[in-house]
């Protein structure tokens, strides 16, 4: 019963459940924006921004500029970790990267395409793209630890899942949007139909601005300022990422590769599917659309399930346990979703979804444990966004190039076990984290 709590602990529930909820919507809104333009690079920005007589070629292009984002996201992730960890602080520096990350998206969408402005529109594309990049590499490292720095004791896994809850919610939303635009005809769509939701996101960014603009800062960066004040704590000699670098190397490449092949295999389901099945496959674009949203609302619920079984067994055994089954699911999907069947094609992507998470949802948990609170934000920060480049930034390049090249998918296959083998290995050599004290790393 409430009763039976103490004030001081109901309060500090509370106000965690208020953090997790605030990291949620925020990350929800980044990941529309960033789910959004995946899926227009995957289906409208060849022709829009690209023109060419080779279809490939601009496939290609269209999707570079998707990787472009995931370049820009260890710099995000570099100065936010900065600021967040020296100067501002998490709260402050969330609010900053949702504003940098909107207004990019709203001007995508009243950016001129190549007819218009000629070859203006695909750079000017590139640069709020990297806008976008820099925003989201910003996010995730405060979202991630507002959210575990907060969470009770015991359940930092499942509080730490709340940023992870926000990609499938984006990406349904995302999906929503497009198949909402998509009624119209498909003239109407290319002119100006699949620019309505980049425009909505405006809406969004008010939303967001104000909730997070409500929350209480991290109690854990408020203690370790309060100590360098006071002469407790030694004064820092170094920027946070250097000491990063200097004194814990092994934790950042642990977060490399534990990011790595979740994310990789992610992004293969909700971005590289859309224009692989619509352009070398029988599928149309709405069915896609739609498989996409109903995986991305089991993976919902999948991250909530094995970030909360991680604070019960520990990270490390739903962490092995998921890369297991993310190798063979790798080397499985293409051999299911090339059967040009929808029912199948749901199969795929809702079982590759199902295995990501155990990877994805405790990844907050797991990287926070690895860093101490004077450097967290950077290191965090380095190895998921370097992990992103690896694994989600070239998995639609990399998928698109070798199927090209092999006239198969099952190159992409071995790639995306490969990564997944990687991953698995990186954690296995990562000792467990779930008892440690945030407080005394």
């Not at 996010?139 to 499938?168: F, T």
């Not at 820092?236 to 990011?259: N, Q």
């Amino acid at each position: 019963m409430t009763s039976s709590v103490p004030p001081t602990a109901a309060s500090q529930q509370r106000e965690a459940r208020k953090i997790a909820l605030a990291s949620f919507v925020g990350t929800s809104i980044e990941w529309y924006d960033f789910f959004l333009y995946g899926a227009a690079a995957a289906l409208v920005f060849g022709p829009q921004f690209f023109p060419s007589d080779n279809p490939l070629a601009s496939q290609l292009a269209a999707l570079s500029t998707f990787a472009v984002g995931f370049v820009a996201r260890p710099l995000g992730g570099i100065i936010a970790g900065h600021l967040g960890d020296r100067v501002i602080g998490r709260k402050r520096m969330l609010v900053v990267s949702l504003l940098v990350m909107g207004c990019a998206t709203v001007l995508v969408g009243l950016l001129p395409n190549y007819a218009q402005i000629g070859v203006a529109a695909p750079i000017l594309l590139v640069v709020l793209r990297l806008a976008q990049g820099l925003g989201v590499g910003a996010e995730w490292g405060g979202a991630a630890l507002m959210a575990v720095e907060h969470a009770p004791a015991g359940r930092r896994g499942l509080y730490g899942a709340a940023p992870q809850l926000g990609v499938p919610a984006g990406a349904i939303t995302a999906n929503l949007v497009m198949l909402g635009a998509s009624t119209m005809t498909a003239e109407a769509f290319a002119e100006w139909g699949w620019r309505i939701g980049f425009l909505a996101s405006v809406v969004l960014i008010a939303v967001g601005y104000v909730i997070r603009r409500r929350i209480s800062e991290s109690p854990l960066f408020e203690e370790e300022r309060r100590k360098r004040a006071e002469g407790a704590a030694e004064a820092p000699s170094s920027p946070p990422l250097a000491e990063v670098v200097r004194r814990y190397p092994l934790g950042v490449l642990r977060a490399v590769f534990a990011t790595a092949a979740s994310t990789g295999l992610g992004y293969i389901v909700l971005v590289y599917t859309l224009s692989y099945g619509t352009t070398e496959l029988s599928y149309s674009r709405d069915a896609l659309l739609a498989v996409v949203t109903i995986a991305s609302g089991v993976q919902l619920a999948a991250i909530v399930g094995w970030s909360a079984l991680s604070d019960r067994v520990g990270r490390r055994s739903v962490f092995i346990g998921g890369g297991l089954a993310q190798i063979a699911l790798a080397l499985l999907f293409f051999p299911m979703f090339d059967r040009e069947s929808l029912a199948w094609a749901l199969l795929a992507c809702t079982l590759a979804v199902i295995v990501v998470s155990a990877q994805y949802g405790p990844l907050p948990a797991l990287l926070a444990e690895l860093f101490p609170t004077r450097v967290r934000y950077s290191g965090i920060s380095a190895g998921y966004q370097l992990g992103n480049v690896v694994g989600g930034g070239l998995a639609p390049i990399a998928a698109t190039a070798l199927f090209a090249a092999q006239g198969g998918s099952a190159a992409v296959g071995l790639y995306l076990a490969g990564m997944a083998l990687l991953a698995t290995l990186a954690v296995l050599l990562t000792p467990e984290t779930s008892a440690r004290d945030l407080r005394r790393i």
